[in-house]
């Protein structure tokens, strides 16, 4: 009977843990198996000076298998990449529907689906001064491309959320909605 | 004095009589122009680099008409590149804005002009305001499983309670020699005990509902709901990587640098000085500062706090769910758009892994894999699941 008693007692204090708040993580198993011992992509790094694992590449450093891109980010730049940067890609149906499906995630949200400028941002009244690709009627494949690299005034640059293939894709796409 | 006198009442009646005749001529020509359609045509045209009493990417544009002529407005806006070069005025302007060219506009008309410089004169308390902001129905949102989850043990106390009954029950019973009794009770009380036992035993590492409160009050909600921006926008690696990528602080700039206060509907116990505040921490973490529209120093990452986490021993690939598979972020994240500060959703445990690649037909015809490499495959698994194809095999998670 005592025994019985103790055990109970027992699972009263080990029961009354189950409520938790829920701003702070469950209690783990086994820890040293669940904890990563590499460095975790955005974790800490104390060896460097700022702790963090994710390091900007140093100035100059190239990526295995990109290209830099050789034009500046002033209005120089912008101009010759309009007149001389030329697309790699051959248009077709599969280049211009991934081209659509990057657009719509990156591109729609100000520029609209169809590329008039009437983004839902636009509508909601959060972002103006979004232009429709008809009323640009000078921009090339190369401007294009240069624009998503660089942004341009209001416009930020969307190179770090693109791929370079994906970039010209987009810009195929850009130019069927502009010629439509 | 008194000729003086005189000749001021004069002067000042004069001064007067001109300056009504002018504001009246004035008004006159402003009464032709539109305000109102110049405030939209100055918001889809000149708002990415023009604001009225702020500088921008170029000059503030209140009562321009006070500084320059119709005619210089007009020229500057159908032709920049050439009244640049032809007019010494718009050129220092031109060497003052960091030699940025301003972007041609050759299809708005004189008409046009005239509004938009009406717009500028008078401003936006000038214009009868319509209410624009129309109220974003989302769908599912005021679903009260995801408004506010509560800790779900949260009257935890009832459980000693019962055991506490049981136990004087079986004591009771005991004392009174009722042993038939006693032991029945007794067994009934363990057993209720180690169902509970279990059910906590079971949920050791498991963060369903793990709600972190984060740096910065970032609500999923009004970005990803209210305003629709998709998932991928900012968790742009998750098409490509094993991680689905927190966004630096770049990518948040892309809209922030125009929208610098919050004007959604505010919720919880904030307001909207308390949000305006948030924005402003990105800009602290860009570097970017307000009042010179430029990147003026180093920046600092925010340091998010981790949400999901899956063990060191299990191996999990982002690209692979969410290009390959083709899945929605809502299939294992829930219904993120609906939530103001994210929480876990899934149990992320390996029943549910497992539960999925039981039931989940893959799908052969739009993948490439399949469609080229492995025709054969195709052919012979037709309305397979993940697990037919070996999605059940320890070393594909475990390794």
């Known amino acids: ?180 | 004095m008194n000729i003086v006198q005189k000749r001021n009442l004069v002067s000042n009646l004069l001064a007067f009589v001109f300056t009504t005749l002018f504001f009246l001529t004035f008004s006159l020509q402003a009464q032709e122009a539109d305000p109102a359609k110049g405030k939209e045509l100055f918001m889809t045209n000149c708002t990415a680099c023009h604001q009225l009493d702020a500088k921008l990417i170029g000059p503030p544009l209140k009562n321009v008409a006070e500084r320059r002529s119709e005619e210089w407005i007009l020229s500057m806006v159908n032709n920049p590149t050439e009244w640049v070069q032809k007019n010494p005025e718009a050129k220092k302007l031109f060497e003052e804005y960091n030699k940025t060219p301003m972007t041609p506009f050759p299809q708005l008309t004189k008409e046009d002009v005239q509004n938009i410089i009406a717009y500028t004169s008078v401003g936006d308390e000038g214009i009868a305001v319509e209410a624009v902001a129309t109220p974003l129905v989302v769908p599912g949102a005021g679903n009260p499983i995801y408004q506010d989850l509560k800790p779900q043990n949260s009257n935890w106390w009832w459980q000693p309670l019962v055991v506490l009954i049981f136990i004087a029950v079986v004591y009771f019973l005991a004392k009174k020699k009722q042993n038939f009794a006693a032991i029945f009770f007794a067994i009934i009380g363990v057993f209720t005990v180690a169902y509970f036992l279990f059910a906590y035993l079971l949920q050791i590492g498991v963060d369903t509902g793990y709600k972190p409160i984060q740096p910065i009050e970032f609500s999923h909600k009004v970005h990803a709901g209210d305003n629709g921006i998709d998932c991928e926008y900012c968790h742009s690696s998750a098409k490509h990587s094993k991680t689905s990528g927190i966004p630096s602080t770049n990518v948040c700039m892309n809209c922030h640098k125009f929208i610098k206060e919050y004007k959604g509907e505010v919720y919880g116990d904030y307001d909207k000085e308390f949000f305006d505040a948030e924005i402003a921490k990105v800009y602290e973490s860009a570097g970017w500062d307000v009042s010179k529209f430029a990147y003026t120093s180093e920046g600092k990452p925010i340091e998010w706090t981790r949400v999901h986490s899956l063990p060191d021993f299990v191996f999990y690939n982002h690209s692979q769910h969410v290009n390959v598979a083709g899945l929605e972020c809502q299939t294992c994240h829930g219904p993120v758009e609906e939530m103001h500060r994210v929480e876990q959703f899934s149990p992320l445990t390996m029943d549910w892994c497992i539960s999925c690649h039981r039931d989940t037909e893959v799908n052969m015809d739009d993948n490439g894999y399949y469609r080229g490499t492995y025709e054969a495959l195709q052919k012979a698994h037709k309305g397979a699941t993940v697990a037919d194809m070996g999605g059940l095999e320890c070393g594909k998670c475990h390794y």
């Open chain 1, 1 to 180: 009977m005592y025994r019985l008693v103790v055990l109970l007692i027992a699972s009263i204090v080990l029961l009354s843990a189950c409520s938790r708040d829920r701003s702070k993580p469950n209690i783990q198993y086994t820890p040293d198996m669940y904890v990563s011992i590499p460095y975790e992509p955005y974790g800490l790094n104390t060896v460097m000076n700022d702790s963090m694992a994710a390091q900007t590449p140093p100035a100059g450093s190239i990526a295995r298998g990109k290209m830099p891109y050789r034009y500046d980010n002033n209005n120089d730049g912008y101009e010759s990449a309009k007149e001389n940067l030329q697309s790699p890609l051959e248009t077709n149906a599969e280049n211009l529907a991934n081209g659509k499906k990057m657009f719509n995630i990156y591109c729609a949200i100000c520029h609209g689906e169809q590329g008039d400028g009437k983004g839902k941002l636009v509508e909601n009244g959060k972002f103006f001064g979004v232009p429709a690709f008809k009323d640009r009627p000078y921009i090339t494949d190369g401007s294009i491309y240069h624009v998503i690299y660089y942004g341009r005034n209001m416009m930020g640059s969307h190179a770090s959320q693109l791929t370079e293939k994906e970039r010209w894709q987009v810009v195929q796409y850009v130019q069927k909605l502009k010629n439509k």
